[in-house]
């Protein structure tokens, strides 16, 4: 049965995922061995008093003697190493076998899927989400988190809970509050005499704009934005934020050709081709243009924060909400995490995964991460956490992190993937070349926009078949 749900067509549909899991998995710094071992040792004890999984632990019994497979991309080494130390400081008798999946991931998985061999664990992006559990690749884990004494869904941001969710069921646990805020260079404000956003405001849409205008120096390749304008997290919550929607209400079609959403996209396609203030497509600087001092504003998760401290940047910087739109601030999300593979059920390990696999949501693991700049705790319990709200400068406005989640969206879901999502398939490959005219091509969006809309919903209407 799953060698059917498993097509060609699926692994087609996937191919884009890549995409943004690499953005993600390119950006994430390293965490020192030596860290992860200094921190088991403290976090042992914290992690017996804080849990349930402790109590629940000394009621039942530990586990029988038996292994787990976790599987990652090569990238993932850091979080399940803390993952595998804390739920094995918990559970002794548990060996955890580690899988590091090379090459394409998603192809990977549905191969070993189809075979039956996928890992008990496998961490994913909220990228993948829609496809590995429409093929039956992940295991929904709505039914072990009811049935655990304490369900960490009740401690988790909802938007956050979201990303991990497709069609009612949860294939994913985010590991941190990923949001994207925005980053700015308050050295290259100050000297061109550009107002610094109000942290919990952000500048607005115009604002925005005239900054990285104003900001922009050709001639010694600076720029205002370093945009990422075609990940949906950007471009969607605009449209939102300018009172449009991605699709209709049954999901039926697709409306970015609204009169909304071609003004929201617009706006942002006027930051390159109008205002000249964004990093031109293609540039190459050697390296992040935020921190190289080549770009002003950044917008991305927590854990810039650490590449930007790592570096050494000589310019002082800091966060605030990104811009707001007219008729509603909002932003996006994106993040990862581990999930239970649909194979662990048929091998009767899922219960054991299950206690694997939410130990990235542990106090003690949330504030590892945490104390390290990566991340935002994802437990709402953490919210002022000392483990990051007490950390050092900068970032100064701390609290642009408690909003963020506030006014977060989860990306749009269609009816069903036949079609992709705004992440893979022919919905995403429609809105990749959209942008690609807009921004390098610099065609408006009025003309550009209607073209992708009948692409996607002429999908739609066939049911994803061509």
């Not at 599987?71 to 993932?76: F, L, P, T, V």
């Not at 977060?408 to 429609?430: F, H, L, M, N, R």
């Given at each position: 049965m799953l060698e059917k749900r498993l097509s060609r067509r699926m692994f087609l549909r996937s191919a884009g995922v890549a995409g943004m899991a690499a953005l993600i998995a390119a950006c994430q710094p390293k965490v020192v061995e030596k860290v992860v071992k200094e921190t088991v040792v403290v976090e042992k004890e914290k992690i017996v008093k804080e849990t349930v999984v402790v109590k629940e632990t000394a009621k039942a019994g530990p586990l029988p003697k038996m292994k787990l497979r976790f599987?990652?991309?090569?990238?993932?080494?850091?979080?399940?190493?803390?993952?595998?130390?804390?739920?094995?400081?918990?559970?002794?008798?548990?060996?955890?076998?580690i899988e590091v999946i090379a090459g394409d991931l998603i192809q990977v998985l549905y191969t070993q899927a189809a075979a039956g061999t996928t890992g008990d664990v496998q961490w994913i992006a909220d990228a993948h989400v829609a496809n590995l559990g429409?093929?039956?690749?992940?295991?929904?884990?709505?039914?072990?988190a009811e049935a655990d004494p304490e369900d960490i869904?009740?401690?988790?941001?909802?938007?956050?809970?979201g990303l991990g969710m497709w069609q009612g069921k949860w294939y994913m646990i985010p590991w941190a509050c990923d949001a994207p805020v925005m980053y700015y260079n308050k050295t290259m404000l100050e000297k061109n005499g550009v107002p610094l956003p109000d942290p919990l405001k952000g500048y607005t849409v115009q604002e925005f704009q005239e900054a990285c205008g104003k900001v922009?120096?050709?001639k010694e390749q600076i720029y205002g934005w370093n945009g990422a304008e075609s990940w949906w997290a950007i471009y969607v919550p605009w449209v939102v934020g300018f009172g449009g929607q991605f699709y209709n209400a049954d999901?039926?079609?697709?409306?970015?050709?609204?009169?909304?959403?071609?003004?929201?996209?617009?706006?942002?396609?006027?930051?390159?081709?109008k205002y000249k203030g964004a990093v031109p497509k293609g540039a190459n600087f050697g390296g992040d243009p935020f921190i190289l001092g080549r770009a002003c504003f950044y917008l991305m998760n927590r854990f810039h924060c650490k590449n930007i401290r790592t570096a050494n940047v000589e310019f002082e910087w800091d966060v605030a909400l990104p811009p707001r739109q007219p008729k509603k601030h909002t932003a996006g999300a994106g993040t990862m995490g581990p999930g239970v593979s649909a194979a662990a059920e048929k091998r009767g390990t899922h219960v054991a995964a299950w206690k694997l696999a939410k130990t990235i949501a542990l106090p003690a693991t949330q504030k590892h991460f945490a104390r390290q700049y990566l991340s935002i705790p994802v437990l709402m319990s953490l919210a002022k956490d000392p483990s990051w709200y007490e950390l050092p400068a900068p970032p100064a406005n701390r609290d642009v992190f408690l909003e963020i989640p506030k006014i977060?969206?989860?990306?749009?879901?269609?009816?069903?993937?036949?079609?992709?999502?705004?992440?893979?398939?022919?919905?995403?490959?429609?809105m990749n070349d959209a942008w690609d005219k807009?921004?390098?091509?610099?065609?408006?969006?009025?003309?550009?926009?209607?073209?992708?809309?009948?692409?996607?919903?002429?999908?739609?209407?066939?049911?994803?078949?061509?």
């Open positions: 599987g990652y991309g090569g990238w993932a080494k850091d979080y399940a190493d803390i993952m595998i130390a804390n739920f094995q400081a918990i559970e002794p008798n548990v060996d955890v076998e429409d093929a039956g690749v992940m295991l929904d884990m709505t039914p072990l869904r009740k401690d988790i941001y909802p938007v956050m809970l922009t120096n050709e999901k039926t079609k697709c409306l970015m050709d609204s009169p909304e959403a071609i003004e929201a996209c617009q706006a942002l396609a006027d930051i390159y081709c977060a969206i989860t990306p749009p879901q269609p009816k069903d993937s036949s079609c992709g999502t705004v992440y893979v398939g022919e919905t995403a490959k429609a807009m921004v390098v091509g610099c065609q408006p969006a009025k003309e550009v926009l209607p073209e992708a809309v009948k692409i996607i919903n002429d999908c739609i209407a066939a049911g994803g078949k061509k």
